[in-house]
């Protein structure tokens, strides 16, 4: 399980099936762990954001010819964060870099 700004993300199905039914929170999508990043996805497990190797938080828009456009924009999921240092600090731990 990964926690970002609050909101969970699953690693696997039946993590995602638990949150459901018990308490600590209902899961708003999935979590890759990639070799030097994580892919998060949404309930429907379409890319919305990655935590790159640097530990940076980056939104994830599908173009039209099926690329992605990565950028610093909010993802609506996981919200704003209070401060920077904040969203910072919960990437890179996660990353444990």
Wanted: charged residues 20%; aromatic residues 10%; glycine residues 10%.
């Amino acid at each position: 399980m990964i926690t970002l700004n609050g909101k969970q993300f699953a690693e696997t199905t039946s993590e995602f099936t638990d949150s459901l039914f018990k308490q600590g929170g209902t899961c708003v999508g999935y979590a890759k762990r990639n070799k030097r990043s994580i892919t998060l996805l949404n309930m429907q497990r379409i890319k919305i954001g990655v935590i790159n190797r640097h530990g940076v938080l980056c939104c994830a828009t599908k173009l039209a010819d099926g690329r992605y456009w990565y950028s610093y924009a909010t993802i609506p999921e996981i919200g704003e964060y209070v401060s920077y240092s904040k969203g910072v600090n919960e990437c890179r731990t996660l990353l444990r870099l």
